[in-house]
């Protein structure tokens, strides 16, 4: 992506990114501010990402667009019963949801790796076909090995993208862990990469798309299989996008 200016490549970022509100606080004026930024004067996001509480205002803010509406399941700590799972993704379908976001069982992961598959395989059943993005939180995982063991094992349940974090520990999408998701994505021959969880700045997300072109090919950048999942990028991506210069500074470990 070398030849695109700034104001260009931000743009396309724009349309690759998941506009993010995860507050804990599940605040409904706050899903509705960020439903209202999710059309900007450089194009759409790809998709808004809120809680299951939200989906349904979603789906009317954004009626008439391309844009997506993402949900959270099995959220953050990726250990409730299936049960619980299978009732929010019913629900979240109901209230149009487009896409599911559902962290997996990372602590057990590691050890078990069949059992990600297997789960994957039910949300994605219970999805009814609609894209399944797995979260690994690669930040609490040991090391590269660990990543590429659980995003193998993620696709291979059928999983459409694998997706670092939940933004909701310490550490954030890396540079690394990135790779390490990209290389398990050639390896199964399928699947797309969501970064999240601490991307705040235009030369950061850059990184990563610079990253992913390299590696896959510079059509894998674009929304079918590039994603970054964040709550405060958008303002950076519009101004660059807009010929200002970019104010951020560096979040996440890139
Ligand atoms: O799924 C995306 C993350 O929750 C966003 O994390 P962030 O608030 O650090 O951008």
Known sequence: MTELS???YAKRLIGCLDLTELSDDRAADKADRLLEKARTPF????????WPDHVKRAAIAVRGTPIQIATVVNFPGGEEPWEQTQHDIRLALANGATEI???????????????VTFSVRQVKDAAGGLPV???LETGMLDDIDDM????????????DFVKTSTGKVKTGATMEAAEALLDAIAAAGTGGLK????????????????????????????PKTFRI?????????????????SSATSGSGY
């Open 133 to 135: 993005k797995a979260i």
């Open 43 to 50: 194009g759409p996001v790809a998709a808004v990402c809120v």
């Open 101 to 115: 976001d559902v962290v997996v069982d990372y602590r057990r992961g590691v050890e078990d790796p069949h059992a």
């Open 229 to 245: 999942g964040a709550s405060s990028l958008l303002t950076d991506l519009v101004a660059v996008a807009g010929g200002e210069q």
């Open 195 to 222: 970064v999240s969880g601490g991307v705040r700045g235009f030369a950061e997300a850059k990184a990563y798309a610079d990253l992913a072109a390299r590696k896959m090919g510079e059509a894998f950048v674009g």
């Open 148 to 159: 590429q063991l659980l995003a193998g094992a993620a696709l291979t349940g059928g999983a």
């Open 6 to 8: 700034d104001a260009a």
